[in-house]
């Protein structure tokens, strides 16, 4: 039985994949920039800053799902206990900046595995 994620979203093992869902990764980072670069032109009121807040747990999730285990557990060290009683807008903000490197970060490190050859492509 696989184990459970750092996160403190806590995916359970059953629903992440073996290997990293690639194309699922793709859409949350393009819609978690599309919300940062929006969140960034306005000064959120308080039911946006509550929105935001809550932004943060889904958002891990759902890339949390599509990690295996070696990588949620690098993600969860990288973001930590993020998602307490204590997370601001600000530190919200923050946090799904970082994500947004890590999944620029990933995303470059299969394409340079791609373009290198170490991953098969799926062309026939």
Request: proline residues 7%.
């Amino acid at each position: 039985m696989r184990r459970m994620s750092t996160l403190a979203t806590d995916i359970p093992a059953d629903v992440r994949p073996e290997e990293v869902d690639g194309p699922k990764l793709l859409r949350l980072r393009q819609a978690l920039a599309a919300l940062l670069a929006e969140v960034g032109k306005v000064d959120p009121d308080p039911d946006e800053e509550h929105w935001l807040i809550a932004a943060v747990p889904r958002m891990l999730a759902e890339v949390g799902s599509s990690l295996p285990d070696s990588l949620l557990d690098e993600l969860g060290r990288l973001v930590g206990p993020t998602c307490g009683p204590r997370l601001t807008a600000c530190s919200a903000r923050l946090v799904l900046s970082q994500l947004e490197g890590w999944l620029d970060a990933l995303a470059a490190e299969a394409f340079a595995s791609f373009a290198s050859g170490t991953i098969a492509s799926t062309a026939g």
